[in-house]
């Protein structure tokens, strides 16, 4: 994946704006100046940061059913992939989207413009840059989309001619993290207007497809009429998905990166919790770290063939 | 300039100030150059050695408790001999005391470790890993028996080269003293206590450990009174008569945690579950500490251990 050299730290961020939609799903926008701002100037999709949410208040409105969950006291940081980051004169933007699902991404929720969080970043190792004439298929499933979503925009920013497709999963529309989904907007229209082509299934229907979408990926695909060759597969969500993705991938020959999710407490690779099994080319297993090593990997490093 | 004196004295080397940072929360140092200077610490101690690579316990190995966490690594290690080439040399580079945390399967191994790393240089002393509620062979088997942590640390002492060995004591005992004194009688030259005190966290919906270890070590500010309360009473009980330094942890966060640890008897203290969510906390706590010095108007820091009324 892409080589790292960007210098990390921990760094104040202040809150620029938060957009919530409906009880589950979250928008953060922040603001890094200084040395944070030349940190993250270096930062790329899927690479991660770890936010600080201890200190942080909790909301007075928890969504429902959270409020056993969120009185507890956390300790430690909560990774999150970028959705987008972006100069802004001379200071940063780092936006996330945030799954409201625990008493950190309460805590987070609860932000408002001008309020100050620590950042740890930017952290690992991200999305690799296609081969030269690649289309990139973007294959993404909840709060996995973001960092997917960054990774083909940002590519399509940097070379108008790149040509990306996307397909988004989730639950249900409630927990589709796509800002025009959330408003009842199109996406094509909205947030994947850069991609050739966008579509989305759910496990009840409200939106796109009613089903999985790795189902709607293999059924696009098998009527694209496009070279397994020509294409490289960017992919981040829950890992049966990936793990059926790296499967269909291998099939056809496809080249595919996935960014793996594990609950990980440092994120710079001295706690040892984040590992990712793997065997080494001369078939002895190993431990690489999801922090370090990845999140994103080669589909065929860590699924087997 | 500081005018308060950080110098400590401890299990006879000479250091700059009496934080460390905890083995196993701060790998081989080198994962942390870009957060930390370690030159500012009094020292730091490495991850366990075993004598061949460990690749440790399954995932997930963390969980997050309130006010804490559980892990359950198993001693993850790359082994002796890629410890000794590959990261010694950046080791040695380094201008501050080093540990390095020996753990085993039998005493042999321990031996063995201790032995070949006592020559090398860069090494400043041995911290003994009796205490590890992660393994089933070696860990905490040895450290809740007496005499079997007598026979470990008479037996390991030999091989460390004239250089301190420390033994890091388990909090899940009936009677931390017995196996404080046990330590003492083998010839520690000093204890670290405590190490993480052995939980588990289930999942209510599945009805099942989160851990795959199904328990772990819980760490963090969780533990803290309850690892100052054995500081003390290991202080008072044992420590202070056979004249053996403590390091304390268990949970420290800032100065005021390290001096709290540093009244109740500790000598130095450790920082570990606190690096994790910010990588430089160590050097946080030593300027805690030292901030903690001035406002009381203490002048030399080493005054403050054992010094609870």
Not at chain 2, 2 to 26: D, M, Q, R, Y
Not at chain 2, 32 to 55: A, C, E, F
Not at chain 2, 78 to 91: C, R, T, V
Request: proline share 5%; with cysteine; hydrophobic share 40%.
């Amino acid at each position: 994946m892409t080589n790292k050299n960007n210098r990390s730290g921990v760094f104040e961020a202040s809150v620029a704006g938060s957009e919530h939609f409906g009880e589950k799903i979250c928008r953060l926008k922040f603001v890094l100046s200084g040395e944070g701002a030349d940190a993250f100037k270096l930062a790329s999709p899927g690479e991660f940061a770890q936010f600080q949410v201890e200190g942080l208040a909790l909301p007075s409105n928890l969504p429902e059913g959270l409020e056993d969950r969120a009185f507890r006291q956390p300790i430690l940081r909560r990774p999150f992939s970028f959705l987008d980051i972006y100069p802004y004169g001379e200071d940063m933007i780092v936006e996330i989207m945030c799954d409201i699902i625990g008493t950190g991404t309460a805590r987070l929720s609860g932000l408002r413009a001008g309020d100050k969080v620590s950042i740890l970043g930017p952290l690992g190792r991200g999305f690799a840059k296609p081969e030269k004439g690649k289309k990139v298929i973007g294959i993404a499933g909840g709060i996995g989309i973001p960092p997917v979503e960054h990774f083909l925009r940002q590519l399509c920013r940097d070379n108008p001619k790149q040509e990306c497709f996307a397909f988004a999963g989730a639950r249900s529309r409630a927990d589709m993290p796509i800002a025009s989904v959330q408003q009842g907007k199109n996406p094509e229209n909205q947030e994947y207007s850069f991609c050739k082509h966008f579509a989305a299934a759910t496990d009840d229907g409200s939106f796109g497809d009613k089903g999985l979408v790795t189902e709607v990926f293999e059924s696009w695909f098998a009527g694209a009429g496009l070279s397994p060759a020509d294409c490289e597969i960017a992919a981040c969500g829950p890992e049966p998905m990936l793990r059926a993705i790296a499967q269909t991938a291998h099939k056809l020959g496809i080249r595919a990166q996935v960014s793996l999710e594990k609950m990980m407490a440092c994120g710079i690779g001295v706690c040892q919790s984040c590992i990712v099994p793997v065997k080494s080319q001369l078939g002895r297993e190993q431990n690489k770290l999801c922090c370090k090593d990845g999140p994103v990997f080669d589909s065929r490093e860590v699924f087997a063939e | 300039m500081s005018i308060v004196n950080e110098k400590i004295e401890f299990a006879g080397l000479n250091l700059k100030n009496p934080v460390f940072t905890a083995s196993g929360t701060c790998g081989y140092i080198d994962e942390l150059d870009d957060y930390l200077d370690v030159n500012q610490l009094g020292g730091w101690i490495t991850k366990s050695i075993t004598l061949k690579p460990r690749l440790g316990n399954p995932a997930p190995r963390v969980v997050e408790t309130n006010g804490g966490m559980l892990n359950a690594i198993g001693l993850a290690n790359i082994g002796l001999e890629e410890f000794i080439a590959e990261k010694l040399p950046i080791i040695r580079q380094k201008n501050t005391a080093v540990f390095v945390n020996l753990a085993g399967q039998k005493i042999d191994e321990y031996v063995e470790v201790a032995s070949r790393l006592s020559g090398q240089d860069g090494i400043s002393g041995f911290e003994l890993n009796i205490s590890c509620p992660n393994v089933k062979q070696g860990g905490i088997s040895f450290g809740t028996d007496p005499a079997q942590i007598k026979k470990i640390t008479s037996e390991v002492k030999p091989a460390c080269g004239g250089k301190p060995l420390m033994v890091k004591l388990t909090p899940s005992v009936t009677d931390i003293s017995k196996t404080a004194e046990a330590a003492v009688l083998g010839g520690a030259d000093a204890l670290s206590l405590v190490n993480t005190f052995t939980a588990m966290v289930i999942d209510v919906h599945t009805r099942t450990p989160v851990l795959a270890n199904r328990t772990g070590g819980l760490s963090g500010p969780a533990i803290k009174p309850m690892a100052v309360y054995l500081v003390s009473r290991v202080y008072q009980d044992v420590a202070k008569d056979a004249g053996i330094p403590i390091m304390g942890l268990g949970g420290i966060r800032n100065g005021l945690d390290a001096a709290e640890f540093m009244i109740a008897g500790a000598s130095t203290v450790c920082i570990g579950t606190a690096t994790f969510a910010r990588p430089d906390a160590a050097v946080k706590v030593s300027d805690g500490l030292r901030r903690f010095c001035e406002s009381e108007g203490i002048k030399k820091i080493s005054e403050l251990t054992g010094s609870l009324n």
